[in-house]
């Protein structure tokens, strides 16, 4: 009876350092990537253009040197040469704010205190859309953890807060636009699922950067060399 009694408890034991090796090992590799997650979700590669003139026919959009778009302009009717000059004046203005981001010395962005559970349904999403079986979901990885972000506080181009030490959680954006509070976005990470080899890892990403502006979806590591990099990202909702 005492045998049995000492395998269940060593069985117990070893389990639960096999969870927390696995946790660890999740929260290294988080460790590893997150400024690369932060920079792809929030760092545009490019301005956003702004949205077509109605005046504008899409043949000028198409257009993709100067000397055809000042031919395009100069055999315009003048509807047009207003419609392109707004145009043109909105996407310099936009590739001026751009280019004044890249300048900013600190962005302060909100992470959600909480690293979430992964949901079952996007992991069979992203395994049909990449090939890639990732192990099957267990208790423990229901298991939602604090993102420590002090190893974080070093960095020059962010500055980084927990979500919960903002005021006004359920109108944060209003709240933004009546302090004139210089938060850029507010981030949030799920769990990441991996595969059975450890090679690819999977997790839900969302951000928000203001009221109706924000983007969810699902990223995918790889791990080549030792080192985790994102090679891809699968879009699951937009606002």
């Known amino acids: 009876m005492k045998n049995i009694f000492y395998i269940l408890i060593i069985f117990f034991l070893s389990n639960c350092n096999q969870k927390e090796t696995e946790l660890n090992f999740e929260k290294e590799v988080m460790g590893k990537i997150f400024l690369d997650l932060v920079e792809h979700l929030y760092e545009p590669k ?15 959009y198409r257009l993709n040197s100067k000397k055809r778009k000042d031919s395009f302009y ?27 981001s890249k300048l900013t010395k600190e962005l302060l962005i909100g992470i959600v205190d909480t690293i979430h559970k992964i949901s079952a349904k996007n992991i069979e999403y992203a395994e049909k859309k990449t090939n890639i079986n990732f192990r099957e ?55 990441i699922i991996f595969d059975k080899e450890r090679k690819n890892g999977l997790l839900e990403v969302g951000i928000s950067k203001g009221r109706l502006n924000g983007i969810g979806g699902l990223i995918i590591i790889k791990r080549i060399n030792d080192k985790w990099i994102i090679v891809d990202y699968l879009g699951l909702s937009i606002s």
């Not at 490019?46 to 000028?60: A, F, G, H, S, V």
């Open 74 to 100: 100069n055999n315009s009717s003048e509807k047009v040469k207003t419609g392109i000059n707004k145009y043109e004046k909105s996407k310099n203005e936009s590739l001026r704010r751009f280019n004044d």
């Open 137 to 191: 979901l267990k208790k423990s990885d229901r298991i939602e953890y604090k993102l420590d972000l002090t190893n974080y506080k070093s960095v020059e181009r962010y500055n980084f807060e927990y979500y919960s030490s903002f005021p006004n959680k359920g109108n944060i954006w209003k709240w933004k636009y009546e302090t004139g509070s210089d938060l850029k976005a507010i981030l949030n990470f799920s769990r």
């Open 46 to 60: 490019l301005p956003t253009p702004p949205p077509p003139n109605k005046d504008i026919p899409w043949e000028y």
